[in-house]
């Protein structure tokens, strides 16, 4: 029965802890975009997906991200207004077309990784001490364990 009980105990812990990371890491990241002036994450998710995946049609970019597709036709219409991608015919299917990314948009995908980058390791400098900083590098560990 007590074995039990720590069981529920443990598992409702991690839940716990698992919900409160899950929060703080949702914020630090939408805090350090706005503050490092990089776009949204719906723009930079959908540049890095093209760059890593190579071109990929409207419909392969919504599965792969999850969404559905007007949302990513709307993102995708928004990064070819910026010039960030282009639309190219898809030999597999003439009723469609493939997206990649452009010059301009791996340069971009690059400004906004330095950005973020360097916002980082601003606030590391200006608010962890050099124990917290250890602490940070053990966690960061243990995130990637989670992997």
């Known amino acids: ?16 802890l698992a919900e409160d990371l899950r929060v703080t890491l949702g914020k630090f990241i939408r805090g350090v975009k ?26 392969e970019l ?12 709307l993102v995708a219409g928004q990064l070819e207004s910026a010039g960030l991608i282009s639309k190219m015919p898809n030999p597999a ?3 469609s077309q493939l997206l990649s990314i452009t010059e ?11 950005a ?17 900083r250890r602490t940070l590098e053990a966690a960061i560990r243990l995130l990637d364990r989670l992997l």
């Open 1 to 16: 029965m007590a074995s039990e009980e720590s069981g529920r105990e443990n598992h409702t812990d991690a839940l716990a």
């Open 34 to 59: 706005t503050k490092a002036n990089t776009p949204t994450t719906s723009q930079s998710e959908t540049l890095s997906l093209l760059d890593r995946s190579g071109p990929l049609s409207v419909a």
């Open 62 to 73: 919504a599965e792969r991200r999850n969404v559905r597709h007007q949302s990513m036709r």
């Open 93 to 95: 299917d003439g009723r």
């Open 104 to 114: 301009n948009g791996r340069a971009e995908l690059l400004r906004s990784r330095r």
């Open 116 to 132: 973020r980058t360097s916002k980082i390791a601003a606030l590391i400098e200006e608010r962890l001490s050099q124990e917290d």
